[in-house]
């Protein structure tokens, strides 16, 4: 009779795994469905909203990043963002600090998230890092025009670089005509 009752038992437990399984599958598509209606009302506010909440870097504006980094005033400026204890940030720092020294034009400034902190307040007021490493390329206007977050490869932050140095290019002046003028 025992047997009789495991058998009988293991059918109650293979009935109630298989009832959960389908209370789960539901209870997923029901809120992955609530999760499209949300990112469809948050797609249809996306004019409001300010995306780079979302990455981890407030967006500031050019006079506020002027404000805080007057040196850096119309110079394509790198601000890097990162820590000591951060393995990804000590990965990134020769890659930084080997690029560099091959662009004199570019304004670096590095700010340890745990040690600047204290002594550029202003600095971490506008930007308001979340995450390191944190690589902010910001124009000679002031303007942010990239971020790169986490570690990553020389040629992508070489490219970067480049990127910031191509539209930040002077115009070229305007062509004058020399016309001679004869008495």
Do not use: W
């Not at 809120?31 to 300010?50: F, I, M, N, P, Q």
């Not at 977050?149 to 140095?165: C, D």
Request: aromatic content about 8%; hydrophobic content about 40%.
């Amino acid at each position: 009779m025992s047997a009789r009752l495991t058998a009988r038992q293991n059918k109650i437990r293979l009935i109630a795994v298989f009832f959960c399984t389908v209370i789960l599958a539901l209870t997923f598509q029901f809120y992955k469905s609530g999760l499209r209606r949300e990112d469809a009302a948050v797609t249809s506010h996306a004019e409001t909203l300010d995306e780079s909440l979302f990455m981890g870097l407030r967006h500031a504006t050019p006079s506020e990043i002027r404000s805080v980094l007057p040196e850096a005033s119309g110079k394509p400026t790198l601000i890097d963002f990162s820590s000591r204890l951060c393995h990804d940030c000590q990965r990134m720092a020769p890659v930084v600090s080997k690029l560099v020294p091959q662009h004199p034009e570019l304004y670096f400034k590095k700010f340890d998230v745990l040690e600047d902190q204290k002594k550029a307040p202003a600095v971490f007021r506008v930007f308001k890092p979340v995450s390191v490493p944190m690589l902010v390329f910001v124009g000679p206007r002031g303007d942010i025009q990239n971020v790169l977050y986490n570690y990553q490869k020389p040629e992508i932050v070489a490219s970067a670089i480049a990127q910031l140095e191509r539209k930040n290019l002077p115009a070229p002046a305007p062509k004058t005509h020399n016309a001679i003028h004869r008495k």
